[in-house]
Nanobody, 120 residues
């Protein structure tokens, strides 16, 4: 069963903007903190930003002032507004719950992610 669906990625030039969306299955979204993660080519997945159920955000230093995480609990939706994009932001972006990612059938569930490519 699909639990998290990311969308909104694409190819953008340096300095550009993108808005990512995360559609969550109904049930637990409104009861869990959530986060955006990314995985650059050849690198491990890393936490980009998190947001509490009540809307308090936290960001990794490299995206502070450029990215904004938000959520709409009524619609089971999460968002990541990205600006001043840099080639270092290139990667596949995933949403998931935080700090413990969603587990399904005994394993950690990850959606397909959405690819962000920043060209210089």
């Amino acid at each position: 069963q699909v639990q998290l669906v990311e969308s909104g990625g694409g190819l953008v030039q340096v300095g550009g903007s993108l808005r990512l969306s995360c559609a969550a299955a109904e049930g637990i979204f409104g009861f869990n903190d959530m986060a955006w993660y990314r995985q650059a080519p050849g690198k491990q997945r890393e936490l980009v930003a998190s947001i509490t159920v009540g809307g308090v955000p936290n960001y990794r230093n490299s995206v502070k002032g450029r990215f904004t995480i938000s959520r709409d609990n009524a619609r089971n939706m999460g968002y990541l507004q990205m600006g001043s994009l840099d080639p270092e932001d290139t990667g596949v972006y995933y949403c998931n719950y935080y700090p413990t990612p969603l587990r399904v059938n005994g394993g950690i569930y990850w959606g397909k992610g959405t690819l962000v490519t920043v060209s210089s």
